[in-house]
Every structure is written in C-alpha cells, then in structure tokens.
C-alpha cells in the first residue's frame, strides 16, 4: 500500500509537533464541506471528490494527522506544495 510519507496531500508537521506525525490535507473538514438546505445537510460543490472527513464537537478545527508510514486508498505521489 502506497504511504502518506510520499503523498501530495501530506505534510510533515513542524518541531513543536511529534515529528512522526504529519497532517493529511487530502481530507476535508465536515463543517467547510457541508451546507444546511431545508434542515437537511448536503455536500458543497467542489467537494464531491473528497473521500474522508474529520469533525471537532466545536467545528472549529480538526485535522487528520497520519505517521509517514500510515497507508491510503486516496495515496497520489507528490510532495505537498504550501500555497
């Protein structure tokens, strides 16, 4: 199985972090992804290729965060690029 050590969506976190553990951006946040639409709630566009969410009780930030060794099914090679 592909690991998230040499995935485009992974990024290794920084010193004041486990430095085996890094942070899986191929995974959205429930609360950006989702909108309410007649009290039912439903996937906003541009999310429909997304395959795994995290939720906090707060949505205030929640992230997956995998060692390098983790395996994927959503594993692309690449490095992750920073914006």
Known sequence: MKRCETCKHW?????????EFG???????????????EGVAALKAGYEHVKA???DGSDYYA??????????VM????????E
């Open 11 to 19: 990024e290794k976190r920084g010193k004041k972090f486990l430095p």
């Open 23 to 37: 942070v899986c951006h191929g995974i959205g946040m429930n609360y950006d992804a989702t909108e309410w639409k």
């Open 53 to 55: 969410f995290v939720e």
């Open 63 to 72: 992230a997956l965060t995998p060692t390098k060794d983790f395996g994927c």
């Open 75 to 82: 594993h692309e090679e690449g490095k992750y690029v920073t």
